[in-house]
């Protein structure tokens, strides 16, 4: 299996603090990239199945990730102090769909907002 989306739910890449949830169809964890600082607030939200686009997720797979995706904003909103939860996918390095969410919290001056966080 070289496609590190489809490791994760699988168990073979360590995820910081297990996965936040987990169903038959999608997962979300925290995410991390090797060798630099975790911030507090970036998650990743997932297919389990190997899906390289929204366009190739079955219905079942899209409602399920649209409420995920809801759901984690949600949670950075309320539960971590978010101002904003951003989200971006494009799939290029890795082509298995992936969201990343965000946490922008109050505070941060305009220049880190977006991308630059």
Not at 66 to 87: P, Q
Request: glycine fraction near 8%.
């Amino acid at each position: 299996m070289d496609c590190l989306f489809c490791q994760i739910p699988a168990g073979q890449v360590p995820v910081p603090g297990g996965m936040i949830y987990e169903d038959d169809l999608v997962c979300a964890c925290h995410y991390a990239q090797s060798g630099t600082p975790e911030y507090l607030g970036y998650v990743v939200a997932q297919p389990k199945r190997h899906a390289k686009t929204f366009a190739d997720l079955s219905d079942d797979e899209a409602r399920a990730m649209g409420l995920l995706i809801a759901r984690l904003a949600r949670a950075l909103d309320e539960c971590c102090g978010a101002e904003r939860a951003y989200m971006e996918f494009y799939g290029e390095v890795t082509p298995h769909l992936h969201v990343f969410l965000t946490a922008r919290y109050p505070g941060l001056p305009s220049e880190y907002w977006r991308a630059n966080i």
